[in-house]
Structures are given as structure tokens and as C-alpha cells.
């Protein structure tokens, strides 16, 4: 199998207290979603949350979307690094959808660069179902449904 389908990356900050107004000030970065702390979700209510999305890959593999975020954050390794010291969850959230064998190539260069950022990297994988050549015939043994 290839790599991953629908890779996407986010930087994704929560905290029960958190206001996304000090969170965007201290990072000098608009979220691309937020979800104020108390705020009700499909969830019930829930956490301060401050997501910044990098989207889709598209064209650009694993390496060199992961490098424009450490390009992105390593200007910012000191808020980041305040934030969790003062009970914020920060984190990189990398993200896809998946079968069986794939995989998700990265570089020991581009893993290092995220290291250094100091915040723990998540993966979220959806599974996409295995597809059958042959799962357009009829079964040998007939629908249940048509009776003997």
C-alpha cells in the first residue's frame, strides 16, 4: 500500500481555562478554529480548544509539510514551551486516513526539527475499508434474502 490519503497537521492547544484571544496574542498566530473555554459542543461542554490547521498536503509530502510547521513554531519554541509549563496541552496533531500496510515516511532530519520543539506529537488515522476486487459479484451461495 502508499502512504497516508488526506494528511493533515495541526497544532491543537487545550486548557479548561483557556481564553483563544491570549493564546493568539502570545503566539502571534490566528487559529484556524477555537472553541472558548465552557463553550457546548456535540460533546457536551467542553475544554478551551485553539487549533491552527495546515491543511491538506496536496502535492507536498510528509517532510515537507512537517518542515513548514517547524518553520512555523521554531520562532515560537518559548511560548510554546510557557504554555505546558503552565497546563496547557500543546501538541501536534498529525492526521490521515489509512489502510492496511500503510505508512507515513519522515525523515530523521524533519523528526529531529520536531523534537526540538519540545511538544508531544499525536496521530489520529482513520481506517478506510479494505475493498474487494471481486466485491461487485453476487456471492456464490445467492442473497439469504431471495429464499431457497
Not at 3 to 28: F, Q
Not at 81 to 106: K, M, P, Y
Request: with cysteine; proline share 6%.
Amino acid at each position: 500500500m502508499g502512504p497516508w490519503a488526506s494528511l493533515s497537521v495541526a497544532l491543537v492547544i487545550t486548557e479548561g481555562d483557556l481564553v483563544p484571544d491570549s493564546v493568539s496574542k502570545r503566539l502571534r498566530l490566528d487559529p484556524s478554529s477555537f472553541q472558548d473555554r465552557g463553550s457546548v459542543s456535540d460533546d457536551g461542554v467542553g475544554e478551551g480548544c485553539w487549533v491552527l490547521e495546515y491543511g491538506d498536503a496536496g502535492s507536498r509530502g510528509p517532510d515537507q509539510l512537517l518542515g513548514a510547521v517547524c518553520d512555523l513554531l521554531t520562532s515560537r519554541r518559548v511560548e510554546l514551551t510557557e504554555l505546558r509549563t503552565q497546563g496547557f496541552d500543546a501538541r501536534i496533531e498529525i492526521a490521515g486516513a489509512v489502510e492496511t500496510n500503510s505508512h507515513l515516511r519522515v525523515s530523521t532530519e524533519t523528526l529531529s526539527r520536531l523534537a526540538d520543539l519540545g511538544i508531544p506529537i499525536s496521530f489520529t488515522v482513520k481506517s478506510v475499508p479494505e475493498r474487494d476486487d471481486c466485491d461487485w459479484l453476487p456471492s456464490a451461495q445467492g442473497d439469504p434474502a431471495d429464499g431457497p
